[in-house]
């Protein structure tokens, strides 16, 4: 496995990197749009949505429609998540120990609300490990694929772009953080991901894949 360049900050997605969230969130997902006149399947939407905040997901289905959803779908959809995550939510194999011993300034930046992300991460006690170093894409006006959560945070973060290195699962985060000017490597040890998902990350720019938390220290040089 090559060896990165040692970067001032680690920047890491929460679903599907820090949490093993995607397919609990596509299978409710699933069932709620095919439930309102739109079938589709968990794998359908993992393969074309992973990564895309719940807002965009829904924008597309409603356009599919050509109607709104029911007034109560966010909140339904909360509550079914939340119910979900009580009962099955866990960390990413590896993640405590890879966070206490990694060495380097870290946070998380994600595609979820911000307090979303700061609820999934104290039920699997993560929370203490980043606060107060949280940022959701409610904090700035464009959401993954685009750049701005990953340079607000760098900025939050006192660190130059150039010097960040981000740790993503999804195409569009990966293309954020390549917009940002960081580098990127790519996460695929997640129960969303599928035989050949490593190639996806690799097209759109992440320089390494791996898939075991454990080995991100040896992963990046000199740490």
Do not use: W
Not at 8 to 37: K, M, N, P, T, W
Not at 101 to 107: A, H, K, Q, V, Y
Not at 116 to 138: N, Q
Not at 172 to 195: E, L, N
Request: one cysteine or more; proline letters at 6%.
């Amino acid at each position: 496995m090559p060896s990165l360049d040692r970067p001032d900050l680690l920047i890491f997605d929460c679903d599907g990197v820090l949490i093993d969230s995607q397919h609990i969130q596509c299978r409710i997902d699933a069932a709620e749009f095919s439930r309102l006149g739109y079938p589709v399947t968990a794998d359908e939407l993992l393969r074309q949505f992973n990564g895309f905040t719940t807002k965009d997901v829904q924008a597309h289905v409603e356009r599919v429609l050509g109607r709104s959803l029911p007034p109560d779908f966010g909140d339904r959809r909360v509550r079914l998540v939340n119910a979900a995550y009580q009962a099955e939510l866990k960390v990413i194999r590896g993640v405590p120990e890879m966070l206490a011993n990694i060495g380097l300034p870290f946070c998380v930046a994600s595609n979820g609300r911000t307090f979303r992300v700061r609820h999934a991460l104290e039920l699997t006690d993560l929370l203490p490990l980043f606060e107060p170093h949280i940022f959701g894409a409610d904090l700035v006006l464009q959401p993954k694929p685009a750049p701005d959560l990953f340079l607000f945070a760098a900025e939050r973060m006192g660190v130059p772009a150039s010097r960040c290195l981000v740790i993503e699962d999804s195409i569009v985060g990966v293309q954020a953080a390549v917009s940002a000017g960081m580098s990127v490597i790519g996460f695929h040890g997640g129960a969303h991901c599928f035989d050949g998902y490593e190639a996806h990350l690799s097209a759109v720019g992440a320089v390494v894949v791996f898939r075991d938390m454990r080995s991100l220290k040896a992963l990046i040089g000199g740490v």
